[in-house]
């Protein structure tokens, strides 16, 4: 989105109003322009696609940061090229091998290509049945860029023709727009089929695409990301959401209520990673009450206020959040290892700890102080006198504080128009 569109904290509707003020290009081109740096943010895939497919799409040429996955590089490329080929004898050794073996070699192809094993003889074809299935529609495309109905149709017709369980799936090329039917027959399948682990988003236009009901029933999911979907009622759902073993949530520009995120994060009793990305009011409140939680991330997204309410696993709250006409409280209330705050904005954010607003100045009672916090970052303006005294009171309320960060607003215009006391 552009800058102008971020800077006033907009809703839904107004993100909606605003794309569609635009006349060239279209807000089908405006919205797809964002979506490349969502998908940066995902975890990597089980298996990286092929450079042809690969440069099939521009989301390949946007090398960001992640959340969750590591920044070490994989040498296993490398290394397949650091022995050469042995000459062939004109045998099939590989066929010699057990099926655990042939399992595992197939787990680590593409899509397309562990499918294509099936071909192979009768023998093949089980064993590719008995592997844990994983798709990628980035292994599915053509080089000259993805064919919405070819690639819809391949995703299918692999989940339909495996006996599962379901392994992985990341879907990121893919209009669901006009392929509503197979989006509801794929997500119940995967359901069905025991998904571990799902990455599903929509290439938008409109925001609002519902996301099938059939998502709350993926018991056996692991990690799921979902992208730029109006999230299914969970609150007043006839089914609880099914989801025990979860343990990384990811809502990227997604629509959801307050109560039915408030319901979804009680029913996620493993849960460990929560991301929130790009949220424009929906939920209008970031509240994180989890026996489980430990990582937290709210990223250019904006809430009337984020609530540590009762998490007692916390250990890392992360927030960049985008300008908004009124400070967003940050409000915990108990979190007894959370060990890393920040970016805390002083001139957006507002602090509370134990019940108790922290002001410049003020006197810390010891209700209203963090022992547990090691490292904080936070974005102060120096020309502002009032922040510089609010730091100072700030350092008071984190007693074993190890490591502080601070970032510098160096624009003098935004911080001498700052009159909030």
């Not at 039917?181 to 519902?210: C, G, H, Q, T």
Request: overall charge negative.
């Amino acid at each position: 989105m552009d800058a102008a569109g971020e800077e006033e904290g907009m809703t839904y509707n107004e993100v909606v109003e605003y794309f569609n003020s635009m006349q060239d290009p279209p807000a089908q081109e405006r919205i797809d322009c964002i979506i490349p740096y969502l998908i940066s943010l995902l975890p990597a895939p089980f298996v990286p696609a092929q450079p042809e497919a690969a440069g099939a799409s521009s989301d390949s040429e946007v090398d960001l940061f992640s959340f969750t996955s590591s920044d070490s590089e994989d040498d296993s490329a490398a290394a397949v090229h650091a022995f050469p080929s042995a000459p062939g004898d004109g045998e099939d050794h590989i066929s010699r091998l057990p099926d655990d073996v042939l399992s595992e070699i197939i787990s680590r192809l593409s899509t397309k290509e562990a499918a294509r094993t099936m071909a192979l003889s009768t023998r093949w074809r089980g064993v590719w049945a008995k592997t844990s299935l994983v798709v990628d529609d980035a292994h599915l495309m053509d080089s000259d860029g993805p064919r919405q109905i070819t690639v819809v149709r391949a995703i299918s017709r692999c989940v339909d023709a495996h006996p599962g369980p379901v392994r992985g799936v990341r879907v990121t090329h893919v209009a669901f727009y006009d392929h509503e039917y197979a989006l509801r027959r794929l997500v119940a399948s995967l359901a069905d089929k025991n998904v571990e682990d799902l990455i599903l988003f929509n290439r938008p236009w409109p925001l609002n695409m519902p996301l099938p009901d059939d998502i709350l029933r993926c018991a056996h999911l692991r990690r799921l990301y979902l992208g730029t979907w109006m999230f299914p009622e969970v609150a007043a759902a006839a089914c609880p959401p099914a989801f025990e073993n979860l343990r990384e949530l990811g809502l990227f520009h997604c629509i959801i209520l307050d109560e039915d995120f408030d319901a979804l994060l009680s029913h996620c009793h493993k849960l460990e990673v929560l991301s929130l990305v790009m949220s424009y009011h929906c939920p209008s409140r970031l509240r994180l009450s989890s026996p489980s939680l430990r990582v937290a991330v709210e990223w250019m997204s904006s809430f009337d206020e984020v609530v540590v309410d009762e998490a007692p696993c916390l250990e890392r709250l992360l927030l960049q959040s985008i300008p908004v006409s009124e400070r967003v409280l940050i409000k915990i209330v108990r979190a007894l290892r959370l060990e890393v705050l920040g970016i805390l904005d002083l001139q957006l954010h507002a602090l509370e700890i134990g019940g108790t607003a922290i002001r410049a100045g003020m006197f810390v009672r010891s209700s209203a102080k963090l022992p547990s916090l090691k490292i904080l970052a936070v974005k102060v303006c120096l020309a502002i006198e009032r922040e510089i005294k609010l730091l100072v009171t700030l350092l008071k309320c984190f007693p074993h504080l190890e490591t502080l960060h601070i970032k510098v607003n160096d624009n003098p215009a935004v911080c001498l128009s700052s009159t909030q006391p």
